[in-house]
């Protein structure tokens, strides 16, 4: 039987640089942020639209496709509702705050 071998001393990586590197820097206002996310429900629906019309005229587009485009629409549009609630919500909490 062979000894086992120490184990040696391991090297210090720089992981909290790695992390740091690795969350996103915000560049952007919390408004603009916002904006830019109704932007893209937008565009979600107006291409949800957008393939309805066109299968409904020319069956040109595949259904499942329609389907998809139409419950990816839905979908943003539920969730941009929920960040809606909770940025009243907590806009409502703060005036319920007593200074």
Known sequence: ????????GVAPTD??????????KPSQSFMSELMDGVQA???K?????????SFGT????PV??????M???RFSLEMMI?????????????LRMQL
């Open 15 to 24: 992981a909290a640089a790695a992390i740091s590197n690795a969350a996103p």
């Open 64 to 69: 499942h496709q329609v389907v998809f485009a």
């Open 41 to 43: 429900v937008d565009a």
């Open 82 to 94: 929920q960040v809606r609630n909770r940025l009243v919500e907590s806009g409502q909490e703060l």
């Open 71 to 73: 419950e990816e629409a």
């Open 1 to 8: 039987m062979t000894p086992i071998a120490p184990v040696s």
């Open 58 to 61: 020319d069956d040109s587009v």
């Open 45 to 53: 629906i107006k291409n949800a639209e957008a393939l309805a019309r």
